[in-house]
């Protein structure tokens, strides 16, 4: 069973520019969300794909978008970054049931992203 | 929204003790409540959870039980080894078969004393 893979592990990026982090969902996978995680915080929940589209997000700002594509991977692109963007971004998969609950969400070790 | 509160931030114990962290959450819809174990330069790592249908679940060393009138859950590590030294955080969501983006605690620093 291969688990959930993030690409690049670190990047650097200056204030104003734009960003496209990668992900891979666990095989079996439906569903993909991703989380921002400040230093020494919890992660926060920025959104949730299942099907190619948003199916739920938190308190961010529409410069957060994404995209889910057929093989269940997904893309983060955050546009004109700000120095407070600096964080650990994570993603995770779950199986969707449906009805009833979903299955446990499984995180990547994220990527690092420095706004200087 | 949900929100959750976690205690203690750090957490001191010896090797072969036991540890209790605590959470309590805000949103009496909240039915699904898992912990996650974060180790240095890696994503979390689910290690036990519990929905809102039982009050008690218990896998090996580490239990977490469910108090739903009085909104908080606890996790239970007995018989602490250096390797369970991580930072620890809860989690709570509506989980009904749609989105279920989870709120997370500010996450409980366990250092396993040798």
């Known amino acids: 069973e291969t688990g959930v893979t993030q690409s690049p592990t670190h990047l650097i990026k200056t204030r104003g520019q734009q960003v496209t982090l990668r992900c891979s969902s666990q095989?079996?996978?439906?569903?993909v969300s991703w989380y921002q995680q400040a230093l020494g915080q919890g992660p926060q929940f920025i959104f949730q794909?299942?099907?190619?589209?948003?199916?739920g997000r938190g308190n961010f700002p529409p410069r957060f978008s994404g995209l889910q594509f057929p093989n269940y991977s997904s893309e983060l692109n955050v546009n004109a970054l700000e120095l407070d963007d600096s964080a650990l971004y994570l993603c995770?998969?779950?199986?969707?049931?449906?009805?009833?609950?979903?299955?446990?969400?499984?995180f990547g070790n994220g990527t690092r992203l420095t706004v200087t | 929204g949900e929100n959750v509160e976690q205690h203690p931030s750090t957490l001191s114990v010896q090797e072969g003790d036991s540890a209790v962290i605590k959470c309590t959450y805000s949103?009496?819809?909240?039915?699904?409540f898992p912990w996650y174990k974060q180790e240095l330069g890696k994503g979390p790592q689910l290690i036990i959870d519990?929905?809102?249908?039982?009050g008690e679940k218990k896998d090996q060393r580490i239990a977490v039980t469910l108090n739903k009138t009085a909104k908080h859950f606890s996790l239970h590590i007995t018989e602490t080894q250096p390797e369970d030294s991580a930072v620890y955080f809860c989690?709570?969501?509506?989980?009904?078969?749609?989105?279920?983006?989870?709120?997370f605690g500010k996450g409980t620093h366990l250092i396993i004393q040798p």
């Open positions: 995770a998969s779950s199986g969707r049931r449906g009805q009833g609950y979903n299955s446990p969400l499984h």
């Open positions: 095989s079996g996978h439906n569903t």
């Open positions: 794909y299942y099907r190619e589209e948003e199916n």
């Open positions: 949103d009496s819809a909240s039915n699904y």
């Open positions: 519990i929905r809102s249908n039982v």
């Open positions: 989690a709570a969501t509506y989980s009904g078969g749609g989105a279920d983006g989870l709120t």
